[in-house]
């Protein structure tokens, strides 16, 4: 299966499911697939607050991309320090396809009664923030904080598609958002989350559509 996905990218791509509003923006949800094989102009990193790289998401994208990424996080790190959670910052892409990494620090969830949600959603929202005054026109996220952060998937989901949906509503430049999800349970759970956000929101200006298998 092959979707076409309406949009700037440079490159035909994969798609399960996606939300398309009347002026062309369109977010994508697709697995399981590798972020790092990604050609939107830049992908977004589950980084730590070190910047230094890590495991899982982070690790991979630092090993595909090369030591010129680890190189501008040094440098960045030290004008700044750590990064904080919620917030981003953006690279050189290396060696990988998206010509750009933006990197952001999801949350540790501890109950959610700690302010996650809301820190999940400056992650999203920063990082196309960031895309849209670079002059970029596509990015692609994983699902932040559901790995080791321990962030229930479903509801990170919610989370991560609401917050895209707010700032893409707000881009001037970003059309298109792609969520490249490792496997097919966290697939389920971000198309259930767009599902469920289209039929509680009815002015909603995205559409849904499907792709056929």
Do not use: W
Request: glycine share 10%.
């Amino acid at each position: 299966m092959i979707g076409k996905p309406i949009g700037p990218d440079r490159a035909v791509q994969d798609f399960r499911i996606r939300l398309v509003s009347a002026s062309g923006k369109v977010i994508e949800f697709d697995g399981p697939a590798d972020i790092t094989r990604e050609t939107t102009d830049a992908i977004v990193n589950a980084a730590n607050s070190s910047l230094l790289g890590g495991g899982g998401v982070d690790g991979a994208i630092h090993r595909a991309g090369g030591p010129e990424i680890l190189a501008e996080c040094r440098r960045i790190v030290s004008k700044i320090g750590c990064l904080p959670v919620g917030a981003a910052v953006i690279t050189t892409g290396g060696r990988l396809a998206a010509r750009h990494v933006i990197h952001t620090v999801g949350p540790v969830y501890r109950g959610g009664g700690h302010g996650e949600a809301e820190k999940l959603t400056s992650c999203h929202r920063e990082s196309i923030r960031i895309a849209d005054e670079e002059g970029l026109r596509s990015l692609s996220f994983p699902a932040i904080s559901t790995g080791a952060y321990g962030y229930p998937t479903a509801e990170a989901a919610v989370v991560a598609v609401s917050s895209t949906i707010m700032a893409m509503s707000l881009a001037k430049l970003v059309s298109k958002v792609r969520f490249v999800l490792f496997d097919a349970n966290t697939l389920s759970a971000y198309a259930r989350a767009a599902e469920n956000f289209l039929r509680n929101d009815p002015p909603s200006p995205f559409r849904i559509e499907k792709a056929r298998l």
